[in-house]
């Protein structure tokens, strides 16, 4: 009997798992909104619902104790991700460093903001959403210069003056603090040779 629950649970999960698209089509309908990504590999877009279950006590035949479990509810939704593969289409239109992702549903998105409204992916606007795709066109324009965190490290150096010395010090301040003031900037080999 244990041989055949465990094997209709086994087909349960790769159902589940089969189910799961790899991108998601724009949504039909007039309720949908553009969502902005700054993330290099974007999102997925998925609500969760929390219920109790009985769970059993192990070495306890019979005997459950109740836990709050989060179940997904409906299907996920792919938001583009900002970072391109070299030589392929782009997947998304790119301003600002933000992916512009259409057609998302809004009654999904209103639902996901809701349950991540203290993320910081939304706090700090890496992901929003308009109603139209120009909206969402001007405000990534005019939000070009927020940062991930996740953007490449740019190597660029810039001469500072301290203390009368002429200094190179990084362009990007999550470059490594110098451990030793001693040491220089690792930087490109230019010799000849």
């Not at 600002?96 to 998105?109: E, I, M, N, Q, S």
């Not at 959403?129 to 001007?138: G, L």
């Not at 203390?163 to 110098?178: L, S, T």
Request: glycine content about 6%.
């Amino acid at each position: 009997m244990a041989t055949r629950n465990s094997s209709a649970r086994a087909a349960k999960v790769q159902a589940a798992t089969e189910e799961s698209p790899r991108s998601s089509a724009p949504a039909t309908g007039t309720d949908t909104i553009t969502v902005a990504c700054k993330l290099p590999s974007g999102l997925w877009l998925r609500v969760f619902r929390q219920s109790e279950v009985d769970v059993p006590i192990s070495g306890m035949p019979g005997q459950f104790r109740k836990e709050t479990q989060s179940r997904l509810v409906g299907a996920p939704f792919r938001i583009a991700g900002a970072a391109q593969p070299v030589g392929a289409a782009p997947r998304a239109l790119v301003v600002g460093g933000y992916a512009l992702t259409t057609g998302v549903p809004r009654a999904l998105w209103e639902e996901w903001l809701e349950q991540n409204r203290d993320s910081a992916i939304v706090r700090n606007s890496i992901v929003y959403a308009m109603d139209t795709r120009e909206e969402a066109h001007d405000r990534a324009v005019e939000q070009e210069e927020v940062r991930s965190g996740l953007e490449p490290i740019d190597p660029r150096t810039r001469t500072q003056t301290v203390n009368g010395d002429e200094r190179k010090v990084p362009v990007d301040p999550r470059w490594p603090a110098k451990v030793n003031p001693n040491l220089s900037i690792v930087a490109t080999d230019t010799r000849q040779g």
